[in-house]
């Protein structure tokens, strides 16, 4: 039993450090790169003022946290949420780093944050908010410096604002400044589902190795946006049984796996994936303790803990949220045979993607779909290996396996490039 976190078991910077600290020490870092490594290279808040729709003044407060430029421009996403804070968006930008590294992106990672309620602001609103926002961080980002994208709350329309923001500064059109842009805006094709993508085929490459064909596999999926949803309708398409959503409200399950399209349609007219016709209403927690192959957490931080994690009763658990796990359940998920594929692996689809968007934008040429997907798919299935072969070797879990692996290739970038005096 580790020493008592529980204080700060659901802080993500704690959890990023733990990860972090036990991957240094399996790899036996000196102590001068551990410091490098670890401490994120810029960080900045900013206040946003806002003029809201009835005319009052709000002062936003907005982040951007640059972890690593080792291996080449910071990259990561811009979440919008009332919660968020500056050890949140540090712990997501280290995890970007390190997911970077793992499917072998060239690129560092960063993460921004801009506390706010998407949800009781108007669209105006949310466009004043990212403009102020991206001109007040203007001087760290650029397609060479630190290239944001979508997260929770942002998505191609918020892309939008920022690439044309950022243009209108540089006096010239700079699609490669921001990635999950619309396809008519320098986007690439398969974006938008491409982080649920990945996970689909992090999962087959799983299944594989407990020899349960797709078709006999039964998944429960936390979250139904935009990686949770399309996950669900990707899987649902090859087959793969999807046994039950969760969602804030509660879950929806049926056994022979669910109408994915249909709960879509649901969800769209009734505002809730609750009381669909081909399913059976549970609560949240029934839910995510059901019996089945695959778990696929794909909402928030913190779902899987050392409360929930001897409960968990699946095979393979999915990460395709940014740390569903508390490092404080690791063990706990060990010690029960669990075969988890971490986030920094399991998500990184959607990275991977932006990547080809960048790619695309700085050469002026663009892919079609097919390419995209099977450009996608090499990476996952190269990465989950790479991982799967690490933790063979090493005798470690994936978790540990995919840590020690980012951390190395960064720490070699940091060590070929020297520091600079
Ligand atoms: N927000 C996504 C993530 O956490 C995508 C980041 C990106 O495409 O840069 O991986």
């Known amino acids: 039993m580790l020493t008592d976190h529980s204080s700060d078991e659901f802080n993500p ?52 946290v640059q972890h690593s430029i080792a291996r080449g421009p910071a990259k990561g996403g811009i979440r919008y949420a009332p919660d968020v804070t500056l050890d949140e ?14 499917v072998n992106l060239p690129y560092g990672g960063g993460k921004g944050g ?61 699609t490669a400044v921001v990635t999950g842009k619309p396809l008519n805006l320098g986007g690439s094709r398969g974006r938008p589902e491409a982080t649920g993508r990945g996970c689909l085929f992090v999962t087959k490459e799983a299944l594989k190795t407990f020899h349960i064909p797709p078709t006999k ?30 969602e804030v409200d509660g879950a929806v399950y049926n056994d022979n796996g669910l109408d994915i399209e249909a709960l879509m349609k649901h969800k769209k007219a009734t505002g809730s994936i609750l009381d669909f016709a081909e399913g059976t209403n549970l609560t949240a927690a029934e839910a995510l303790f059901l019996d089945c192959d695959v778990l696929l957490p794909a909402a928030k931080e913190n779902v899987i803990s050392q409360e929930t994690a001897p409960k968990i009763n ?7 949220a940014n740390g569903p ?30 990547y080809f968007e960048w790619v695309q934008d700085r050469q002026g ?22 991982v799967s ?26 060590k070929l490039r020297g520091i600079y005096a």
């Open 13 to 64: 910077w704690r959890n990023a450090e733990i990860r972090f600290n036990q991957a240094a020490d399996r790899l036996a870092l000196d102590s001068g790169l551990r410091k490098v490594l670890k401490t994120p290279t810029k960080e900045l808040t900013v206040a946003i003022p806002v003029v809201l729709d009835d005319g009052r003044i709000e002062v936003f407060t907005g982040y951007r």
């Open 89 to 102: 968006v540090r712990a997501l930008a280290s995890w970007m780093t390190w997911k970077c590294a793992v």
């Open 365 to 386: 040429y663009f892919w079609n779909e097919q390419l995209v997907n099977q450009r996608l798919e090499e990476i996952m299935v190269e990465s989950f290996r790479d």
């Open 314 to 320: 699946c095979k393979i658990l999915c990460e395709g």
């Open 114 to 174: 801009v506390i706010c309620d998407p949800n009781i602001m108007s669209e105006i609103e949310l466009e004043r908010v990212t403009r102020r926002y991206t001109s007040a961080i203007i001087d760290i980002i650029g397609p060479e410096k630190d290239v944001p994208a979508p997260d929770m709350n942002t998505n191609e329309r918020t892309m939008a604002w920022i690439m044309d923001t950022y243009s209108m500064h540089k006096r010239e059109t700079t």
């Open 325 to 354: 796990t508390t490092a404080l359940a690791d063990s706990i998920l060990r010690d029960r045979g669990v075969f988890v594929i971490p986030d920094i692996l399991a998500n990184a689809g959607g990275v991977t993607v932006s």
């Open 389 to 414: 072969q690490y933790a063979r070797d090493h005798k470690v879990d994936n978790r540990a396996a995919a840590y020690m692996l980012a951390l190395d290739r960064v720490a070699f970038a940091v």
């Open 217 to 246: 596999a039964r998944v429960v999926i936390q979250g139904f946006g935009n990686v949770g949803g399309m996950a669900a309708r990707l899987m649902a398409k090859e087959g793969i049984r999807v046994i039950a959503i969760i």
